[in-house]
Structure formats: C-alpha cells, structure tokens
Nanobody, 127 residues
C-alpha cells in the first residue's frame, strides 16, 4: 500500500498551504493517519495525527495554525496557516489500517510504526 502526498509549494512567511494525501486500496477514513515533516539536518517530526473517529492531536508548535482532516472519499488533508520559514521541510503522510494508539485519551504523537508511507511533498517557506 502506498500513499501519495500533493500540495507542497513555495510560499512566503505567513502564507497558507493545504496538503493532500491519497492512497490506493487504503481507506483513510477508517484508519489512523499522520503527517510528519523532516527538514535537512533535522530529525523527523510528527506534525499531526488523526484517528478514525476524527479525533486529532498536534505538535505544540503548530497548534492553532494547522488542521488535519479527512473526507468521505478517503483523502487526508493538512491545512497549514501562518507558515514560518523554519517549517520548510518535506512533508509526509502515513497510516495504519486500524485505530491510533491513544496516550492520555489522545492519538499518540510518538508512534512511528505506520505501515503505509508516502514519498513526501516539499514545502518551502521564504522570509
């Protein structure tokens, strides 16, 4: 199973982008899905996680600016507002065919063992 991201682009600081993630033979609507990012020289970071029931969890650095959602056609989205230059990175989506692991009642931000991954889409934020 493979996932495919799209929507990455170059924007100026303060701008917005909406990333999409689709998967063949993979139903995002019934799965635990996540967005990660990795900038050159940095470790991979979990940005957002969304469970099959729509519950979400976000990295502290993006709370209030990023929103992850799913639609009825199994697409996953990440809407990003007020982007900052330090958020320039390759953004990846990932998923499992089951519900998210919960920590304190919220989808885990530390779980990285997803079975399906995309190739990534580049987001570049200029100052």
């Amino acid at each position: 199973v493979q996932l495919a991201e799209s929507g990455g682009s170059s924007v100026q600081a303060g701008g917005s982008l909406k990333l999409s993630c689709t998967g063949s033979k993979f139903s995002a609507i019934s799965s635990c899905m996540a967005w990660f990012r990795r900038a050159p020289g940095n470790e991979r970071e979990t940005v957002a996680v969304i469970d099959s029931d729509g519950s979400t969890n976000y990295a502290d650095s993006v709370k209030g600016r990023f929103t992850s959602s799913k639609d009825s056609t199994s697409n996953l989205y990440l809407e990003m507002n007020d982007l900052k230059p330090k958020e320039s990175a390759m953004y990846y989506c990932a998923g499992d065919r089951w519900r998210c692991t919960l920590i304190n009642g919220s989808p885990s931000m530390v779980y990285v063992g997803y079975t399906a991954w995309g190739q990534g889409t580049q987001v570049t934020v200029s100052s």
